[in-house]
């Protein structure tokens, strides 16, 4: 047998092995020698170090969360009619890519967002609070991508509740913060048959004025080591150790029995113990499976009451919000699974929401953030704001912005960019419904005034009068001089365009049609025939023919014999006044008394004798066509609504005979025009069928935008004509009754449903792209650029020159032209 060697005894283990006792209170002493000799230096340095080092951690947290505030946003989210219940996963799960590379982890953090309920007395607000770093647009599209329909409204960052009371008030506030009671490796219940927020949304219901609720969920995706710790927190669960420190050491100190020992050496295991634990265990590995964000909740109560209020009266107050706040926090009881949420306190609850700071929280899935943060399923939920009509981004070819291109507006959803109407496609015609107020005038004027920026030319009749002051307000100065005014509310002089101008035939008809559409209630196949024949035997007269006449001709002898000589050799004209003269005074009286009334009702106004009935014409259509601007502001305030339907339509009447006219020109010479009508049921009253007509203006490359409110408003004709011929459609608010037939043309990507909730200066829009016609979606119309002061009035004062005789300024153009050189055709065609 060896012996141990003298060298190894006297070593640090054999004094161990041989004297334990002797060999601790060996290093005890040395120990505390070396303590009570170093102890005064170096514990001052190691509080002082750990002191900074708590302060510098501090200094650097605060500076990454003030560093998220700067540009930091707050995003309205306004539910879709019908809430996907999948949509919160896919939107927690896309914002996953927040996620941010380990060197910007460790040197500015990892940003979170906010996901917000705020309660008040008009109901439910959900908010989105996203930190400036993040891109903008990013977390909107996410929101609109996962539930489609769904509006944002972004704004800057605000505080979720009030910071401070009124003047007078005194703010009583209390609040909270939720926290897993459990290690966070096992999750909160996340599948439900009802929405799991329904207890939490009737919690507040019945607010006062005065008072407010949040709800606010931080969370920010997390990765590396922040998952490792929840990792090892799940294997030290399943293997029975406490995760907590104070755990350990009770672990440590009071050992047990990992089981029963049975006879032999298996242990004795429960049967529903093991059974808990499995499901434990699968619940446990479900939810680390997936994507993991590290969340907070926090929630705060407030209101305020008069200072003078006595003391019992605050304290019932104060117990009543307590209340209330214990209900929102008792909403989360339905999260219980396998963990569940417990309560905590939270100091200056207010300030705190408003700071939105999350230094650590629990870890959840996607599927568990997503059952705490979603927007409603109920479709029932009183007081919650939500979107009228899905927002549906538009097709990739279509146009957006540019010379040739009409602005129509702005799409609603994923990023924003103008969208336009080509030109040339404008030829296939524009149907443009709404009610009033819905934002169509606005768009119309848009359209009106990029017109006029790029010399195209252009008539807009006006019945109401606020689309063309707006023009007038804004009209850029170089088109000052190529306008052409038409005010029924201006005393001056005014353009005249008379009827009876033009080829005998068309002209002729295109009047008896106009008042017998208008008038066709009082209107007989007998005074038809005074008409005709009145107009005809006007025209023979070497003299402009003016409707001011006609009155004269079928009441006075004289100026009947005078014209009866000028028609002598038309033998039906000859045979009709023939007829009229035999009749007696009374009968004659009796037959020319439906037309007399109506036509005295009509001349009886200033205006208008001076606009259709003052003489030969001073205003040429064919040149209004070729890049003039035509505005016509006939309300029917000032006009009566049949003399605003009549002298409309006679304008109207005149633009389709200077169109026709187009005939005599190449393709390549007609220049595009476009025919804008608001209350178009009004002033459509041509001798043509609607679809003929659409057709062949579109050859003449005359396009016309037709504006009105319903569908009532049209007859049976018109309503098809437009239909299948005006192929380009804006819808903007309409009926139910209306929506249901407007559908048929954009189903099923904008339903009845969302034409009958668009918000205002919102519009469901289908256009005819490179001459197909493209899938519906929906804008927003871009208001208005700001009125240019004086502008209205250089603008009259400009069209002024239009009130005189074609043939002094023609005269006044070749004197003009003889001065300086010019050629007047030529100054023509530029025009």
């Not at 605000?158 to 209390?174: D, F, H, W, Y």
């Not at 499976?289 to 407030?302: K, P």
């Not at 005010?487 to 080829?503: F, H, K, Q, T, V």
């Not at 295109?510 to 006007?538: Q, Y």
């Amino acid at each position: 047998m060896g012996f141990a060697s003298p060298s190894v005894i006297e070593g640090p283990l054999g004094r161990l092995l041989t004297d334990p006792w002797g060999a601790i209170q060996s290093v005890l002493t040395e120990l505390w020698s070396w303590v009570q000799t170093w102890g005064p230096i170096t514990a001052p340095a190691i509080v002082l170090m750990a002191t900074g080092s708590g302060l510098l951690r501090r200094w650097w947290y605060l500076r990454c969360q003030d560093a998220l505030h700067e540009r930091s946003r707050v995003i309205t989210i306004l539910a879709p009619p019908r809430v996907d219940s999948d949509g919160a996963e896919a939107m927690w799960s896309n914002l996953v890519g927040l996620v941010r590379p380990m060197m910007q982890r460790l040197t500015t953090g990892q940003p979170h967002l906010a996901w917000e309920y705020v309660f008040g007395h008009d109901g439910v607000q959900i908010r989105l609070w996203v930190p400036g770093v993040v891109p903008p647009g990013m977390v909107e599209r996410a929101v609109e991508a996962a539930w489609p329909g769904a509006h944002t409204r972004t704004d800057e960052a605000s505080p979720p509740m009030p910071l401070a009371p009124a003047e007078g008030r005194r703010q009583l506030v209390t609040g909270g913060t939720l926290r897993l009671a459990r290690s966070e490796a096992l999750p909160i219940r996340s599948k439900f048959d009802a929405d799991p927020i329904r207890a939490l949304l009737g919690a507040p219901v019945g607010l006062g004025v005065h008072d407010t609720a949040c709800v606010q969920v931080l969370a920010r995706p997390v990765t590396g080591r922040r998952v490792k710790q929840a990792r090892r927190a799940a294997r030290h669960l399943n293997s029975g150790r406490s995760t907590r420190l104070a755990g350990r050491l009770l672990d440590l100190l009071t050992p047990g029995p990992s089981g029963t020992k049975t006879s032999g050496s298996q242990p004795k295991l429960d049967p529903q113990t093991t059974l808990e634990f499995q499901a434990q265990n699968r619940a446990i590995v479900a939810k680390q499976r997936g994507a993991q964000w590290e969340t907070l909740i926090r929630y705060a109560m407030s209101t305020t009451v008069p200072i003078e209020t006595p003391g019992e009266q605050v304290s019932r107050v104060r117990e009543q919000m307590r209340g209330r706040a214990h209900a929102i926090a008792s909403a989360f009881s339905g999260f219980t699974e396998h963990n569940h949420y417990r309560r905590r306190r939270l100091r200056h609850p207010v300030s705190c929401l408003a700071r939105r700071r999350l230094r650590r929280g629990d870890l959840l899935s996607v599927p568990e953030l997503a059952a705490v943060a979603h927007l409603p399923i109920d479709e029932a939920l009183p007081g919650l704001a939500r979107a009228g009509a899905r927002a549906v981004p538009p097709p990739p070819n279509t146009p957006t912005e540019g010379e040739l291109i009409r602005p129509v507006g702005v799409s609603d959803t994923g990023h924003a960019r103008p969208v336009g109407l080509q030109v040339s496609d404008a030829r296939h015609h524009l149907h443009v419904l709404g009610a009033t107020g819905s934002g169509k005038s606005t768009m119309l004027a848009r359209m009106i005034l990029a017109d006029a920026e790029h010399g195209r030319g252009a008539v807009v009749i006006d019945p109401k009068g606020d689309l063309i002051t707006d023009i007038l307000q804004r009209l850029p100065e170089h088109a000052a001089e190529r306008v052409v005014l038409f005010d029924a509310d201006s005393r001056g002089p005014a353009p005249c365009l008379n009827p009876l101008e033009g080829p005998k035939e068309p002209a002729v008809d295109n009047l008896v049609s106009v008042f017998s559409r208008v008038f066709s209630s009082a209107w007989g196949p007998r005074t038809e025939d005074i008409l005709r024949a009145g107009c005809l035997t006007l025209r023979a007269a070497s003299n402009t023919p003016t409707l001011a006449t006609l009155p004269q001709l079928l009441t006075d002898p004289a100026t009947r014999a005078r014209h009866r000589d000028r028609v002598a050799d038309d033998p039906t004209l000859r045979g009709f006044w023939d007829w009229y003269d035999q009749l007696s005074d009374a009968a004659r009286a009796q037959a020319v008394a439906p037309l007399l009334n109506k036509l005295r009702a009509f001349l009886l106004r200033p205006f208008v004798v001076k606009a259709v009935a003052a003489g030969p014409s001073t205003v040429d259509l064919s040149q209004v066509l070729d890049g003039r601007l035509c505005l016509v502001r006939i309300p029917k305030g000032s006009l009566g609504e049949d003399t605003t339907r009549l002298l409309g339509s006679l304008i109207v009447a005149r633009v389709w005979q200077a169109t026709t006219a187009r005939a005599a020109l190449p393709q390549r010479g007609r220049r595009d025009a476009g025919l804008y009508v608001d209350e178009a049921q009004n002033f459509l009253n041509l001798p043509y069928a609607m679809e003929d007509m659409l057709a062949e203006a579109r050859g003449y490359r005359l396009s016309m935008t037709l504006a009105h409110q319903h569908l009532g408003q049209l007859s049976k004709d018109l309503k098809e004509g437009i239909s299948t011929n005006a192929r380009s459609k804006v819808f903007f608010s309409a009926s139910p009754e209306d929506a249901r037939e407007l559908a048929r043309h954009t189903a099923p990507r904008v339903s009845d449903h969302d034409l009958a909730h668009l918000g205002v200066y919102h519009a469901a829009v289908r256009l005819v792209v490179g001459g197909e016609e493209t899938q519906p979606f929906t804008v927003t119309t871009q208001p208005l650029p700001p009125a240019i002061p004086g502008r209205s009035k250089a603008v009259r004062k400009a069209a002024a020159v239009h009130t005189r005789p074609l043939e002094s300024r023609a005269e006044d153009t070749s004197d003009q032209s003889a001065t300086t050189g010019t050629d007047p055709r030529r100054t023509r065609r530029a025009a």
